[in-house]
């Protein structure tokens, strides 16, 4: 065991005497919204205690969608997007965003969960009392990569770089398998704008011509440099799955990648070289059951997929390679078994018998990484999984599940017996339907393996009375609903829980959890229709903190009927602070 590995040991040992020192941190609540005037607002806690002393905070607006043209998304060229009555595609919806100290200068890069989607650098002046404002902008070119695909939530590396993600990746398989552009899945058709492509009047052929799947499902990376210069980069080694985040470790090697959707897995990539994603081996989770109380435990064991690196896998993507290139298809009994040298695969929405070509096993782990996850024993039963977080003081991971259900369930949909989302597969969890989700947490050893989970925050599903104020939520107001993204504040106790809820809350709402006495602080709410996304902590810029927090499409999730203006519609980008410096404990 290398000193490194023990000193992180021992932390796990004396977790309990490090939480004990830890700053105690308290925000002012915000109430649940009740009339109109409320729902339509952007409301954060305008305090915030920090070992006693009280200090004024609020939500500030860094830009919105549009300002500066932040969010227009753009081609290969660099030319705006168009939509179809011949107006400038400019994205509602902002995602994940970062702060990035570098050198004398202060940074922030946004990203757009659209199809293409979009990545902006913005410089940031920061006053004497912390406060923050947009000095400039501008787009981040991925055409070297065929453009940047439906990037989602992500996180801040050690090293001081803009990790984030691509989520839902299309099925490379469908695709190949398509007779007409109507076999085409239409989440899917938006992206072939990068291109120069019209998708309104299309063949299929045009369809494929454009659009490579494999080209799209990945931890993304960009570095800025101190003259504002984004340089970005697919981590192709990482696998291809629908990316909500990768998460890297205190060891700069280890990353925990989240994979959004139904029957999808938890995967844990370890770099060669610390501070280099380029190249290292991926693993896959396996849950071995050990309670099925509330949305459950179990005992983690990691399944080996295999090393790779970046550019052995873009040179696979490029040169064209198909699903029918990397596995051959064979069929599955009533009861789920495979024929004589095919492996099971409940994957992709779909139960397969499949086997892996000769000499195609890089292909399988990294640009069918689910499937062959799957195929090989690991865990693909997960439900909407989203935010990673990690606490150092005690070296535990938490994990948002937005809903426990379906592959999660015991060969049932919501309680509804079917064995859609177990056949082909293993059926490892088996714990009661909860469709107000759950936060998990998850033991960390010296190597930064997980090797047990447990829930520790749950939605309470309930019904509220015709005439309540609450009418129409189908989750306790007073508990989380569809947890999302997720940070935690170090050198506290605290855990913020951001929401993507539709009919769960209305009005979707960022959380502080107190580790120790379990309350949950309701700390921002948001419009009608919106998402919480990228709830993200910096302790210490500069003698400031900050919680990044970027409300995603309003008026668009729900409620449409809502909105009067189409001004209000544009997606914030702002943060909720300035808190004072916390330092990590």
């Given at each position: 065991m290398t000193i490194r590995s023990l000193l992180l040991c021992t932390t796990v040992l004396t977790g309990l005497s490090t939480a004990a020192m830890a700053a105690e941190m308290s925000f002012s609540p915000v109430k649940f919204p009740e009339t109109d005037a409320e729902k339509r607002a952007a409301v954060a806690s305008d305090a915030v205690t920090v070992d006693g002393a009280e200090h004024k905070i609020g939500y500030h607006v860094l830009m919105r969608s549009g300002d500066m043209d932040v969010g227009i998304l753009t081609d290969k060229d660099g030319n705006p997007v168009k939509n179809e009555d011949g107006s400038t595609h400019v994205s509602v919806d902002a995602?994940?965003?970062?702060?990035?100290?570098?050198g004398d200068k202060l940074f922030s890069v946004s990203h757009f969960e659209s199809r293409p989607g979009a990545m902006y650098v913005t410089e940031l002046k920061q006053g004497d009392d912390g406060m923050l404002t947009a000095v400039s902008t501008?787009?981040?070119?991925?055409?070297?990569?065929?453009g940047l695909w439906v990037p989602c939530a992500g996180s801040v590396t050690p090293w001081g770089t803009h990790l984030g993600s691509e989520e839902y990746p299309a099925d490379a398989r469908a695709i190949e398998d398509a007779k007409t552009i109507e076999d085409i899945d239409d989440y899917n058709k938006p992206m072939v704008r990068y291109f120069g492509v019209n998708p309104s009047d299309m063949t299929v052929d045009d369809f494929r011509a454009a659009y490579n799947a494999y080209r799209y499902g990945f931890v993304t990376e960009v570095t800025v440099a101190e003259d504002g210069t984004a340089t970005p980069q697919k981590h192709f080694a990482t696998g291809r799955?629908?990316?909500e985040l990768g998460y890297v470790m205190p060891d700069e090697k280890t990353v925990y990648i989240s994979d959004d959707g139904t029957n999808v897995g938890l995967f844990r990539f370890v770099a060669d070289t610390a501070g280099d994603l380029s190249a290292g081996t991926l693993y896959?989770?396996?849950?071995?059951q050990t309670s099925n109380e509330g949305a459950g435990a179990a005992d983690l064991s990691w399944v080996d997929l295999g090393h790779a690196d970046d550019a052995s896998v873009q040179k696979l993507i490029?040169?064209?390679?198909?699903?029918?290139?990397?596995?051959?298809?064979g069929e599955m009994a009533e009861d789920g078994s495979c024929g004589e040298g095919f492996m099971g695969s409940n994957a992709e929405g779909?139960?397969?018998?499949?086997?892996?070509?000769?000499?195609?096993?890089?292909?399988?782990?990294?640009?069918?990484?689910?499937?062959y996850a799957s195929m090989m024993g690991a865990t693909t039963e997960f439900r909407k999984m989203e935010g990673i977080t990690f606490d150092p003081a005690t070296s535990k991971l938490y994990l948002a599940i937005s809903a426990v259900e379906r592959g999660m369930e015991d060969n049932a949909k919501n309680g509804k017996a079917t064995d859609k989302y177990d056949k082909g597969g293993r059926n490892d969890i088996k714990v009661g339907s909860n469709k107000c989700g759950a936060v998990y947490e998850l033991d960390i050893d010296g190597d930064m393996v997980a090797s047990a989970i447990r829930s520790v925050v749950e939605g309470k599903e309930t019904s509220y009375e015709d005439g309540s104020p609450y009418a129409g939520n189908k989750c306790d107001v007073d508990a989380i609903a569809n947890p999302d993204n997720l940070t935690f504040v170090k050198g506290t106790r605290t855990l913020i829980i951001g929401e993507d809820t539709g009919s769960g809350h209305q009005n979707d709402a960022i959380w502080a959890y107190n580790m120790d006495s379990k309350a949950l602080t309701r700390i921002m709410?948001?419009?009608?229709?919106?998402e919480t996304t990228s709830p993200y902590w910096y302790g210490d810029i500069n003698g400031h903190g900050y919680l990044i927090a970027v409300i995603q499409h309003p008026y668009g999730e729900s409620d449409q009927d809502k909105l009067s203006d189409a001004a209000d519609a544009r997606a914030y980008i702002g943060y909720v602070g300035p808190f004072p410096a916390i330092a990590e404990k």
């Open positions: 995602d994940f965003t970062s702060l990035l100290p570098v501008k787009p981040v070119d991925f055409s070297a990569f065929g799955v629908a990316v896959a989770a396996k849950w071995t490029e040169a064209g390679t198909k699903f029918s290139d990397i596995f051959e298809v779909a139960a397969e018998c499949l086997k892996v070509r000769d000499g195609m096993e890089l292909a399988a782990s990294r640009l069918e990484t689910r499937r709410t948001t419009p009608y229709g919106s």
